[in-house]
C-alpha cells in the first residue's frame, strides 16, 4: 500500500497541520463523530472486536476485491482511532490489509506517543479482526 487513498491523505495532512496533542484529539473526535452509524441489529456480538477495552463493533463487506468496513465504539476516542483507521484501510484489497502497518500509520498521524497500550492492543486488535475477514471473505 504505497499510495494513500484520498481520503486517508486529506486525514494525514490535517494531522500534519495539528500543533499540538490538543489540537489532533479534536481532530479525532470529529473523525469519530463522523463514522457511518450502524443499527442495533449491526451491534450483536458476532461483530464485537475481541481485545478493545470498550466495546468496538466492525462490520466489513466487500465491493468487487476490495474492501469497505464500517464500525463503532461506545468509546469517544476509539470512535477516533477506528475512524482513522478506516480511513486508510477502506478500499484496500486482502493482500494491501496483510500489509498495513498501524503503528506505522498512526506514527504518520502524530497520534503514536499518546496511545496507551491498551488502545495500541485495541487498534491492532481491529486489524487483525479485519484480516480475518478479508481471508475468509
Known amino acids: 500500500m504505497s499510495e494513500l487513498p484520498a481520503a486517508a491523505s ?24 463522523r463514522l457511518e452509524p450502524l443499527d442495533d441489529t449491526e451491534r450483536t456480538d458476532s461483530n464485537l472486536v475481541a481485545g478493545c477495552d470498550s466495546k468496538l463493533w466492525l462490520i466489513g463487506e466487500t465491493r468487487g476485491d476490495h474492501w469497505h468496513f464500517r464500525g463503532t465504539s461506545e468509546a469517544r476516542l476509539l470512535r477516533g482511532l477506528l475512524a482513522v483507521l478506516l ?3 477502506n478500499g484496500s484489497r486482502a493482500d494491501e490489509l496483510q ?3 498501524v503503528a506505522d500509520w498512526f506514527g504518520q498521524l502524530g497520534l503514536a506517543r499518546q496511545l496507551s497500550p491498551s488502545r495500541a492492543n485495541g ?7 479485519m484480516r480475518e475477514l478479508a481471508s475468509a471473505g
Open 123 to 129: 487498534m491492532n486488535a481491529v486489524l487483525l479482526r
Open 87 to 89: 480511513v486508510r484501510v
Open 10 to 33: 486529506e486525514t494525514l495532512e490535517r494531522f500534519q497541520q495539528a500543533t499540538g496533542w490538543e489540537q489532533r484529539a479534536r481532530l479525532l473526535m470529529q473523525q469519530g463523530d
Open 99 to 101: 500489509r498495513l502497518d
